[in-house]
């Protein structure tokens, strides 16, 4: 199983930018993709989830400004962030959990300055 992001980059305050993460490996469709994200100095956090069923769940912090979506036929996994803040600046890593297994991708940076 391999995940593989891309989008990352830089971007000022209020702007947008979308992460994609395309996979391969295994049946997309049947897995658990989740979005991270990992600032300096602090624990990973859960940033969404989309389900098996396209059931999607939010962190209050990024709720109405973040859409993650699921293209399965091609085993990509998106997020698209608009009005974005300084506080959203960190690495951010797509997960899938498949039949109990948890993989992940390398990561991309997003910095969102003042």
């Known amino acids: 199983v391999q995940l593989v992001e891309s989008g990352g980059g830089s971007v000022q305050a209020g702007g947008s930018l979308k992460l994609s993460c395309s996979g391969s490996?295994?049946?997309?469709?049947?897995?658990?993709m989740d979005w991270l994200r990992q600032a300096p100095g602090k624990e990973r956090e859960i940033v969404s989830t989309?389900?098996?069923?396209?059931?999607?769940a939010y962190a209050d912090s990024v709720k109405g400004r973040f859409t993650i979506s699921r293209d399965n036929a091609n085993n990509i996994l998106n997020l698209q962030m608009n009005s974005l803040k300084t506080e959203d600046t960190a690495v951010y890593y797509c997960?899938?959990?498949?039949?109990?297994?948890?993989?992940w991708g390398q990561g991309t940076q997003v910095t969102v300055s003042s």
């Open positions: 997960a899938a959990i498949c039949l109990g297994f948890r993989y």
């Open positions: 490996g295994y049946v997309f469709s049947r897995c658990v």
């Open positions: 989309i389900s098996t069923d396209d059931t999607t």
